[in-house]
């Protein structure tokens, strides 16, 4: 038989999350590897849903969006991420922030391009980037404040390298790059005219005192930027798969135009919950979103203290990274499979987010859960001491 894959994809692997998630299932235990987020849907954007399916918004919408949804991201993005977008022409709503992120990287890179991506990752960033045939190329953040050596990025720098991506706050590091490290990054990318892909999915999960910063608001990174987001976290609604890319009208035109090719166009009954989101939900639910999360936060990493598994404190996001080493195995893999049968948890090995073993090896938790499942998780946790 002569039938096979296609080349393209021989470098793509299942994601250790997936793979995590599925030998958790198997203990019937509980589930800190995927980024599910099981907290509760706001009530405006459930609302906003079904009475739009009762309202007949279920064909397909434009291929960038409903406009009311968009119109939602621009007055969102002008009032929270100080950047001023045309809702006709730079914005578009895709599947997902993972959806935006393809779609935009189809429309701007070539086979054989570089795409520079801080280490630790998030592994569809790279199996994206791979699939489409561009090469990334990792610099790695040394903790425990996630900081890069300015000489590395410039080494990292080819005459193939197409694009940079900053993932702020990050997954897994929960690292919220400051504006003097992007500073550093914009003057990088404006030196050697490359794109830069964000990822700001976590946008609205930051703990203490730290602030988000959209890169394409510094000088000379508004027209190279494509800003990409989403509210999968935001409003606790991933199977939902909203988000969008914000960028200028020369990108996003293609962006769109592939976007339409790929998905056609994101649910059009949920575009309209989330725009009911936006532009209803107070101010204070977002300032609640970061209280609930820092104690969310501190519990899991005061019980990952009490295990033996020391934490490095996430600045956003709602991931912690923990030293493994002290557990038993060879690998973090091996780890994360010792700490799954003595406790049930799941958490996620350092293979998903590294292209090379960390040192220490490390196992990533997420404490995104509802109360009761994450007090039963850090007290399993704690059995391990």
């Not at 954007?45 to 399916?53: D, F």
């Not at 189809?106 to 630790?120: M, Q, R, T, W």
């Not at 190279?224 to 976290?233: A, C, F, Q």
Request: net charge negative.
């Amino acid at each position: 038989m002569t039938l096979h894959i296609s080349e393209r994809v021989d470098r793509i692997v299942q994601s250790e999350i997936r793979a995590m998630h599925i030998e958790c299932e198997k203990v019937k235990g509980i589930n800190l590897s995927q980024g599910v987020c099981d907290t509760e849907v706001p009530l405006p954007v459930r609302r906003g849903a079904q009475n739009a399916v009762e309202d007949g918004v279920n064909s397909y919408t434009r291929y960038d969006g409903l406009a009311e949804l968009r119109g939602a991201i621009a007055q969102k993005m002008k009032s929270y991420n100080g950047i001023a977008a045309d809702p006709e022409n730079e914005i578009v709503v895709s599947s997902g922030s993972t959806g935006a992120f393809y779609c935009a990287c189809l429309a701007l890179l070539n086979p054989g391009d570089e795409v520079i991506l801080f280490e630790p990752y998030y592994g569809y960033h790279v199996n994206t980037l791979l699939s489409l045939e561009a090469r990334p190329i990792y610099v790695r953040l040394q903790p425990p404040e996630w900081s890069f050596c300015l000489a590395d990025l410039e080494a990292a720098i080819t005459p193939r390298t197409r694009g940079l991506l900053v993932n702020t706050p990050a997954n897994p590091s929960g690292k919220v790059f400051s504006r003097k490290e992007l500073e550093a990054i914009r003057d990088i990318a404006v030196d050697h005219d490359l794109f830069v892909f964000t990822d700001e999915i976590y946008e609205y999960f930051l703990y203490d005192g730290h602030r988000h910063i959209s890169p394409a608001t510094l000088p000379g990174l508004g027209e190279r930027t494509i800003t990409i987001s989403g509210y999968s976290k935001t409003f606790s609604i991933t199977g939902w798969r909203i988000g969008y890319s914000v960028s200028d009208a020369r990108w996003a035109q293609m962006i769109g135009y592939l976007n339409d090719l790929i998905y056609v166009c994101a649910p059009a009954p949920l575009q309209a919950g989330v725009a009911k989101g936006i532009l209803e939900l107070p101010p204070t639910y977002y300032h609640e979103l970061r209280t609930q999360y820092t104690v969310k936060r501190d519990k899991i990493c005061g019980s990952l203290h009490k295990a033996g598994l020391m934490p490095y404190i996430p600045q956003g996001a709602y991931y912690v990274l923990a030293n493994a080493a002290s557990v038993p195995g060879a690998t973090s893999k091996d780890k994360a499979m010792t700490i799954l049968a003595k406790t049930r948890v799941a958490g996620v090995p350092d293979e998903a987010f590294f292209h090379e073993p960390a040192d220490p090896p490390l196992v990533r938790f997420c404490f995104a859960k509802e109360d009761h499942d994450l007090d039963e998780a850090c007290r399993r946790l704690e059995t391990l001491r």
